[in-house]
């Protein structure tokens, strides 16, 4: 139950399926904002074996080990950065024809 720091990767439970999530916030001493890969952000998750009995059997999430402690943030981040956009004309053409159908006039 290493005590853990912004960007560090650890094994985090969430509604029973474990996850690889990025520490994003130091919360408290104990008490982490979590970043999943899929972009999912997990407020105030701590270590399983700091919960209480009862909070073991309710709590949707919470950490179960350190996977890497280096600092590397970039690394659940998307990268979905697309080249190929619609052309303006093409877009603007496309408006039009949507308009023009809400407007009643539909071309056969």
């Known amino acids: 139950m290493k005590r853990l720091k912004v960007g560090d990767i650890v094994l985090a439970v969430f509604l029973g399926t474990p996850n690889k999530c990025e520490v994003i916030e130091v919360i408290d001493k104990q008490l982490y904002k979590l970043r999943m890969e899929s972009g999912t952000i997990l407020p105030g998750v701590t270590w399983y074996k700091k919960l209480s009995a009862k909070e073991k059997k309710t709590k949707p999430w919470y950490i179960e080990a350190l996977i ?13 950065i697309s080249k190929n956009t619609t052309n303006k004309t ?14 009643g006039a539909v071309k056969k």
Do not use: C, G, M, Y
Not at 90 to 102: P, S, T
């Open 68 to 80: 890497d402690d280096t600092t590397n943030v970039k690394l659940t981040k998307s990268n979905d």
């Open 90 to 103: 093409d877009l603007e053409k496309a408006i039009k024809n949507q308009k023009d159908f809400i407007r």
